[in-house]
């Protein structure tokens, strides 16, 4: 049995989670792909081995450099984003920082936004200042000082939508062509949208990449990190990255691809069960904000709409405690020189917040009260200890991030048993819908 694999272009999303990259049958017949445990690959033939090594025919080497249970799950991800070409990387982290590494040189400048997921920021905050690249933050909501500081000029254009973890959301298109304009590579983080609601490529992005440890995995059992676009672009970032070293180990490409079949299933799921929890959520008392893209209310509604399938299984929500939820994003452009590191004793006001996140947190049964998400059970916990735990407080205000936010992951349970687990937890520290 074989598959052509242009076929692949065809099919629904659903039908590529299960079928993209298995042209044929596994050794011995088998139907699930093997792990392929080797680190290196031998060749009785001197030419072929160097018509290998030199890339000119296809083959493996060295799995730091490639591996065919790796290369499985990058076809994978290729087709689900219709991209030319995919490459995978050890962590979510190391898709970025590779990413970036990769592409930028001393002189060059990013514009990117103030809400991008915590150790990215710390990239753009400190890292790459000091290797002699210029970067400006602009608050996530204003497009209109977003789209002014691509056209001043730039080199790359880093965008996360939805944001982590106050679920912002950033209208590629429209970035893109202002990009474009310039001649600077548009990069989005995908990661809360997966490919199943939100395809980057097509709305004028060079490169998406996700962390792959969470929806695409699904499963909180693997890490990893994958980045997609023109065989161009990605071939430069591989370039980087084998030479680098953070490759993906087999095992967890194994477990990153099992998880890819059933992403559209998961997905869906998780899209209607955040829906139906932040629609729960906006109507309790006890509940200052909900941040939730599928809410009409939400700011970014219209633009989620026209480039998302699903709004997603992640949303966040602030517990009402006086002005300690009112928090407002920084208004103007940053450029960033050196991470701020200001540091000030904790008000009142915040301790008040963490104690009362601390008490609802204690009244959730059906949610894990831990780091990361995407997992088929739900996730749950402070920006403080997950997203944003690099950022002082005073870093996590200015970003529009109050300390009594919740960020809550959905898992794939029935949805009347969280808004019942949720509604217990509300009424434990002491306000009832």
Known sequence: ???????????????????????????????????????????????????????????????????????????????????????????????????????????????????????????????????????TLVPTHDAEALAAEIDRGCSLVYLETPTNPTLKVVDIARMAESARAVGATVVVDSTFATPINQRPLELGADLVLHSATKFMGGHSDAMGGVVAGSEALVGTIFRYREINGASLDPMS?????????????????????????????????????????????????????????GFGGVLSFALAVGDVGDVEAVETVETVGTLDTLETGESGEAADAEDLVARFLGGLGLAHRAASLGSVATLVGPPSTTSHVELTREARARAGIPEALIRYSVGIENPSDLVADLERALGQIGVHA
Not at 1 to 22: F, L, N
Not at 286 to 307: C, K, M, N, T
Request: charged share 20%; glycine share 10%; hydrophobic share 40%.
């Open 253 to 309: 490409a194994f477990l990153l691809t099992r998880g890819l079949k059933t992403l559209e299933l998961r997905v869906e799921r998780q899209n209607a069960n955040a829906l139906e929890v932040a629609r729960f959520l906006s109507r309790h008392p006890a509940v200052e904000a909900v941040y939730y893209p599928g809410l009409e209310s939400h700011p970014g509604h219209e633009i989620a709409r026209r480039q998302m399938r």
């Open 1 to 135: 049995m074989s598959r052509d694999p242009s076929e692949a272009a065809g099919w629904g999303a659903g039908t590529r989670c299960v079928w993209a990259g298995e042209a044929s049958l596994g050794p011995d017949g088998a139907t699930v792909p093997p792990v392929y445990h080797g680190v290196t690959y031998g060749y009785d033939d001197m030419a072929e081995w160097k018509a290998v090594a030199l890339g000119e025919r296809p083959g493996h080497i060295y799995s730091r450099n490639t591996n065919p249970t790796v290369e499985l799950f990058e076809r994978k991800v290729q087709e689900l984003e219709g991209a030319e070409a995919a490459t995978a990387f050890a962590t979510g982290m190391a898709a970025i920082s590779d990413t970036l590494s990769a592409l930028l040189a001393p002189g060059d400048r990013v514009v990117s936004i103030t809400d991008t997921y915590g150790g990215a920021n710390r990239i753009f905050t400190e890292f790459l200042p000091r290797l002699g690249v210029e970067v």
